[in-house]
């Protein structure tokens, strides 16, 4: 007995790679914040960022350690009100 549908790649189930650089307005999009609160959080040393030429970038893992610090000091808040 011949099959005559191939099985599935795991690639056509996995997401697409993260960008490991991204714009403010990436940053602004995927926080669901304005981009005067992402430039704000980089201008208050926040978010760190670094600018390539006239454009601002924010690296993925730094975005990623402010979004882990920012729950990690919500939960200490929740715990500490209980």
């Known amino acids: 007995m011949k099959q005559t549908d191939s099985p599935a790649?795991?690639?056509?189930?996995?997401?697409p790679p993260l960008k490991r650089?991204?714009?403010?307005?990436?940053?602004?999009n995927e926080l669901e914040i304005s981009l005067s609160t992402v430039e704000r959080l980089?201008?208050?040393g926040k978010l760190p960022a670094f600018k390539?030429?006239?454009h601002w970038r924010v690296q993925?893992?730094?975005?990623?350690?402010?979004?882990?610090?920012?729950?990690a000091?919500?939960?200490r808040q929740t715990g500490a009100a209980e």
Do not use: H, K
């Not at 650089?21 to 602004?28: M, S």
């Not at 993925?60 to 729950?71: Q, S």
């Open 42 to 44: 980089i201008n208050r």
């Open 52 to 54: 390539v030429g006239d």
């Open 21 to 28: 650089f991204l714009t403010r307005a990436e940053v602004a």
């Open 73 to 75: 000091e919500q939960r």
């Open 60 to 71: 993925r893992r730094d975005l990623d350690a402010f979004i882990e610090a920012r729950l």
């Open 9 to 15: 790649r795991a690639s056509e189930f996995s997401s």
